[in-house]
């Protein structure tokens, strides 16, 4: 239906579109993303990571398979290591989300973000 054969749409002529749409698409070097809810935590080790930028309104897609934890249990020494070889390491992504959203400097955004361990919400809420 869409272009000849088998898989639809041209991958080079899906990210013309996109651009001509004022949408930017960056793939992500993730090493590991977590997703915390009341009950459980999905850690994603080595997942394909999309970054979509629609005129300011960034959407993220997650791609891959999940060990799946109940929160808070059995991995406080993983937990420990993290917050150990995190310290004073704030993903230089995460810097540049609060720092956009609250308008401070990488530097005040980067000082909240470890005023708050690494916790997004927190650190804009101290800066705004």
Known sequence: MFGGGGGGLDPRKMEQMMKQMGI???ELDAKEVIIRTEDTE???DNPDVTKMDARGQE???VIGSP???EAGSGNAGASADVTDSA???IPDADVEIVATRTGASEDDARAALE???GDLA???EELE
């Open 24 to 26: 930017d698409v960056d």
């Open 122 to 124: 927190a650190a804009v």
């Open 67 to 69: 060990e799946e934890r």
């Open 87 to 89: 310290a004073g390491e």
């Open 42 to 44: 999905l850690v994603f």
């Open 59 to 61: 959407t993220y897609q």
């Open 115 to 117: 005023n708050n361990d």
